[in-house]
């Protein structure tokens, strides 16, 4: 009895802590249920990279974080997987596809100039002047033309660099490239030594948009290794919206009926499943909220398989109670028995069902993680309330004694008087669960 | 011999009709293996393989506009001109869809209040390249000739990472096979786990034919969720056949003396005939209610949980505990009872 007050504080305490935690601590949505873009970048070899080490997929994370923060999206995420991939989730993000302009891009600005190259031809040959000299990038227009324009402030360095090249090149043309696209190639007048240039768009001019872009991209500084995005999933605000409508209709739904069929079937016991049902949920999801587990689509889907199977529990336990009440036990042993004989069954079955998800878990992609994730916590947390708050309200309902009332239990009583009469002649057999 | 209490209570003889169990799973999985074998000399793949191991790009537009079959064959040709070639183009029911809407758009959402076709585009990977952003491409034909949409989703996966994914996402499945098994043979014994493994390859071939099927009737495709399911399934099965298993361990504990085998597992089965209709029902109302009312996205999820939960519950009580008995009493003493 002591044990049986000691335990019902303790659920009253879990109780209480998770209703704080659910209160407190904001859920976490996953991008499908409330929008947004998440994309998977994979740092591509050159013939100049042979290997993509762990210090350019740092300074690759870097430069992406920096682009992104340029697009003015809060929250977002760039995540390293695996040896050569960044995932990065953009929430609430209108149009992913000008986002996903501005993270593949190597945004390499170089400064050429033109040499009689072997047959003849002029070519573009680097001068080693690039974007890593620029200091500072501004969108301008040209006071004359109206024309947007990009203008671009060196570093120290950068200057002197700038300096010396237009120098030599005085009446000669210098390229601009940008990601290996010829952008203007203006004859040097004379040498620009303030360290100041500016990009224009050739004869036609840029768009504002274009310009924009530039400067963020320059600013933002060059990819060190060029990144492919091989893996987009973008949702709309508009299906996120629907989705978390639905999955909430459906679980409130699903766990309505199933409680109504708890309590058909099993009667009283089918109340206290119920309880035990109920508090289940509040702790799977403060544990949830600790975490944090991110609830997606997919992980909601797990958690509502797991109160299948946190009911499944109650249900082996209370068919296990009633048989052994059939063979006459009395109620305190009779649930007792009713928990010891079916744990193993529980444990066993929910084993597998970790080793699944464990699985799932280490090697699935990230909408498998999350289902995975979030069955697994409910799985465990229902073998833990099936054993602590079912079976300990339980007792506290049915207290100990002769079984007066089977149809609590939705049995019969002549079911139960029939067999008592084997308990009395073979105890320690009936005990040991032999019903003959 | 068995104990009056035991017999009252045999509701089926799982035992006796070992041969009905068996020819009914053959009816449950021929056609299954016989869909997966033609799909296999038509498609090359047993089950239509969507985006996520094939690699490609799937868009999904609400329009609203009422977009009819005509409007589609027009705007291929457009898709065409920019590129892209045989996209796979399909107006989906916007019924279920508007009515949703309708309901959600009181709550802020006015712009997708007027959504009357639902369209998805599915085509080869999609490049985004600097400025030749494929996705942006598409949009503007759209644009250009339905009018203004509502981008519902974007999901592309590139050629490699689909055979990437393909290969995990096998070997997950065979792992967790392992895994089960070891444990079973660990906590059981060997032959029990061998019929785990039976009855769940069983659940799992029943589970991938029957989306063979639809493959091939409605071009439903798998993908990642799919095998997640499969996953879920043979863990749900396994489950199932546990509190099966872990009955006949313990009756045949203290009935071995008295009954044969086979009586013990008759037994068994019946004292957890109960538990196991009661249980796959809670799981099975929770599924429904996901199925009927939960988001579209999910659905061919769930749809193949159902299925999977319907013949893994199948498959526990009359499939695996009635093979283990015909193997343990061909090894001991033999039972007249086949029929």
């Known amino acids: 009895m002591k044990n049986r007050k000691i335990m019902l504080s303790i659920i009253i305490g879990l109780i209480v802590v998770s209703i704080y935690i659910i209160i407190t601590k904001p859920t976490k949505l996953g991008l499908d249920l409330i929008g947004g873009s998440r994309l998977v970048l994979e740092a591509q070899k050159t013939p100049q990279i042979s290997k993509i080490t762990p210090d350019m997929m740092d300074s690759l994370q870097f430069a992406i974080e920096k682009r992104i923060n340029a697009i003015g999206v809060a929250e977002t995420v760039v995540q390293r997987a695996g040896e050569n991939r960044l995932i990065v989730e953009i929430p609430s993000i209108s149009d992913p596809q000008k986002a996903k302009e501005y993270l593949g891009e190597t945004a390499s600005l170089e400064f050429k100039e033109q040499k009689i190259g072997l047959n003849k031809q002029p ?25 947007w324009k990009v203008d671009i402030e ?10 010396k090249l237009t120098q030599t090149l005085v009446g000669k043309p210098m390229a601009i490239f940008f990601n290996g696209e010829l952008q203007s190639a203006p004859v040097i007048q004379e040498p620009i030594l303030g360290g100041r240039a500016q990009i224009t768009g050739g004869s036609g001019g840029f768009q504002f948009e274009e310009a924009k872009k530039m400067v963020d991209l320059v600013n933002a500084g060059a990819l060190p290794v060029p990144a492919e995005i091989i893996e987009e999933n973008s949702i709309g605000p508009t299906l996120g919206l629907d989705s978390i409508q639905k999955s909430k209709l459906a679980g409130l739904v699903g766990l309505a009926l199933v409680m109504l069929f708890m309590i058909a079937y099993y009667r009283v016991p089918g109340i206290i499943a119920d309880v035990a049902l109920v508090l289940y949920s509040i702790f799977a999801f403060a544990v949830f909220k600790i975490i ?80 995975a994730l979030t069955l697994v916590i409910g799985v465990v947390i229902s073998m833990f309330t099936a054993i602590t708050v079912t079976k300990t309200f339980m007792h506290l309902v049915f207290g100990s004694g002769q079984l007066k009332h089977p149809e609590l239990f939705g049995l019969k009583k002549e079911q139960i008087s029939n067999s008592s009469s084997f308990e009395d002649t073979n105890p320690r057999k009936a005990k040991l669960g032999v019903l003959d | 011999m068995t104990s009056p209490l035991l017999r009252d209570k045999n509701i089926i003889d799982v035992v006796k009709f070992k041969w009905l169990w068996i020819g009914i799973s053959l009816v449950l999985i021929i056609p299954g293996i016989v869909a997966m ?31 009819t079959t005509q409007d589609i064959t027009t705007v291929r040709d457009d898709f065409k001109k920019v590129g892209i070639e045989n996209p796979v183009i399909q107006i989906e029911n916007a019924d279920a869809f508007l009515k949703k809407q309708a309901a959600s758009a009181k709550t802020n959402n006015q712009k997708a209040a007027n959504i009357k076709s639902v369209i998805s585009i599915r085509t080869r990977f999609l490049s985004s390249e600097k400025s030749n952003n494929e996705i942006n491409k598409v949009n503007d034909v759209l644009r250009s000739s339905f009018g203004s949409f509502v981008p519902l989703q974007v999901s592309a996966i590139g050629p490699t990472l689909g055979t990437e994914l393909f290969k995990n996402a096998i070997f997950a499945l065979l792992l967790a096979f392992a895994a089960i098994v070891a444990y079973l043979a660990f906590r059981f014994q060997l032959d029990y786990g061998m019929f785990a493994l039976i009855a769940l390859f069983h659940d799992a071939l029943f589970v991938c034919g029957m989306f063979s099927i639809f493959g091939l009737l409605f071009g439903t495709e798998i993908d990642s969720l799919f095998i997640t399911a499969v996953l879920t399934v043979v863990g749900f099965s396994v489950h199932d056949t546990i509190v099966v298993f872990d009955r006949i361990r313990e009756n045949s504990r203290f009935l071995a003396k008295k009954m044969s085998f086979n009586d013990v597992v008759n037994a068994s089965v019946n004292q957890t005939l109960a538990r196991s209709i009661n249980t796959s029902l809670t799981v099975l109302i929770t599924l429904l209610a996901l199925f009927f009312l939960g988001g579209v996205t999910t659905r061919d999820f769930v749809l193949a949980m159902i299925l999977g939960i319907f013949i893994g519950t199948y498959s526990s009580i009359f499939n695996a505990s009635t093979l283990l008995a015909m193997w343990r009493s061909k090894g001991a003493k033999p039972t007249p009872k086949a029929a």
């Open chain 1, 123 to 147: 070519v573009w040959v680097s001068t080693g002047l690039s974007g890593k000299d620029v200091k500072k990038a501004t969108v301008g227009s040209d006071p004359t033309t109206g024309e």
């Open chain 1, 154 to 163: 060196f570093t120290g360095e950068g200057a002197k660099k700038f300096g």
């Open chain 1, 292 to 371: 944090p587990v991110t609830l997606t689509l997919a992980g909601i889907a797990g958690f509502i398989l797991s109160i299948g199977m946190a009911v499944d529990a109650n249900i082996l336990i209370f068919e296990r109670t009633k048989e052994e009440l059939r063979a006459g036990r009395t109620l305190f042993t009779a649930i007792n028995a009713g928990f010891d004989r079916a744990f193993t069954s529980i444990f066993d079955s929910n084993m597998t069902t970790i080793i699944t998800c464990t699985i799932l878990y280490m090697l699935g992609t990230s909408i498998i993680k999350g289902f």
């Open chain 2, 37 to 67: 074998i033609y799909s296999t000399v038509i498609y090359h793949s047993p089950m239509k393989l969507g985006i996520d191991f094939t690699g490609g790009t799937l868009l999904q537009y609400g329009f609203e506009k009422q977009l």
